[in-house]
């Protein structure tokens, strides 16, 4: 009888510490809104970090409509739950952070990404890249799209788009620098990110502009409409299109040799990202201090600046060779 009772304690004991050797960490991954394409990509990245980092288990969740009172229900519930962390995609702001205060008095790590959480309501902001990355992309992707002299415009959204702005001026920084010197910035116009006057605004162009070589379009509803009007026009191979688009939308411009590349920010690697800088805060190697440096994994390492932000890298490049893979997630 000695060995079948050795045997029983064994089994007893393996029961015993089976669930702590098996326990992972919850994250939980809120998103704007269910059932889009961007963040069903982020989420595929956050799964993939799960696989990597081995102790975690993703929660993905968000409400029906992008409305802050639904991520306020969600967030509550997940405080319910005691997950370890919470990473955000914000609907508001300064909303969201009464209960995200309420997440981080109880221990909750509380990350936003994509769309940030105000300071105080988080502790830390992962941005998708810079303005300065942003600028830079453009005018790199132009140059490897018509060489090193020629006359571009900008097609930009509305006049008064902040971001689009800062980004233009980012690009004319780096147009003043040597490598891009003989590329001319020869004007910018506004679509009021509307596609029919987008692509008015390009037609426009090509009459002011005869030796135009290149339109850049930092806003997704200008890349797009600017490429259609370059095939509608018999332009392609005269006149290239880049800028930040979606790769669903511009799959079929790349085919028709109107675009040769474009950018966007990744969202399978901002997903990923995000959740190994939460595994980070959970387990103790950040605390979310100005100047710290976090670990994303295989993406790299960044450095939290004074508003604890950090941009995880330049927009990602799409073209020939992967519109088609990424065409299918958003």
């Not at 005269?238 to 411009?253: D, Q």
């Not at 004074?306 to 065409?327: G, H, I, L, R």
Request: proline letters at 4%; hydrophobic letters at 45%; one cysteine or more.
């Amino acid at each position: 009888m000695k060995k079948p009772l050795q045997v029983l304690l064994s089994v007893l004991l393996c029961a015993a510490f089976a669930p702590t050797a098996m326990a992972a960490d919850k994250i939980a991954l809120v998103v704007k809104s269910l059932g889009n394409g961007f963040f069903d990509a982020a989420n595929q990245g956050a799964q993939d970090a799960a696989k990597e980092l081995k102790d975690v288990e993703i929660i993905y969740t968000g409400p029906a409509k992008a409305t802050a009172e639904g991520q306020i229900e969600i967030i509550n519930s997940l405080i319910a739950q005691n997950v370890k962390a919470i990473v955000i995609s914000a609907n508001d702001p300064d909303a969201l952070v009464p209960v995200m205060k309420k997440a981080m008095a109880r221990g909750i790590k509380v990350i936003s990404f994509d769309s940030g959480v105000r300071k105080d309501g988080r502790q830390m902001h992962l941005n998708p890249s810079s303005n300065a990355l942003i600028g830079e992309k453009l005018v790199k992707m132009t140059q490897e799209a018509v060489g090193a002299t020629g006359e571009i415009a900008v097609l930009s959204a509305t006049a008064q788009a902040t971001n689009q702005n800062i980004w233009i001026d980012e690009m004319k920084k780096v147009l003043a620098k040597p490598p891009y010197t003989g590329l001319k910035l020869v004007s910018v116009v506004y679509g009021d990110d509307q596609t029919d006057k987008s692509y008015r605004e390009a037609q426009g162009l090509f009459k002011s502009y005869p030796n135009l070589k290149a339109i850049v379009a930092p806003t997704t509803v200008g890349v797009a409409a600017a490429a259609k009007a370059v095939q509608d026009e018999k332009k392609v191979g005269t006149i290239f299109v880049t800028g930040l688009g979606l790769p669903s939308e511009m799959a079929g411009h790349v085919k028709s040799g109107a675009v040769k590349s474009f950018a966007i920010w990744n969202p399978i690697d901002l997903g990923y990202s995000a959740i190994y800088a939460a595994h980070q805060f959970v387990h103790g190697k950040v605390k979310g201090v100005a100047g710290e440096k976090v670990s994303l994994g295989k993406v790299g390492t960044v450095t939290l600046d004074a508003n604890t932000e950090a941009a995880m890298s330049e927009p990602f490049t799409y073209d020939a060779t992967n519109v088609e893979k990424f065409a299918k997630f958003f």
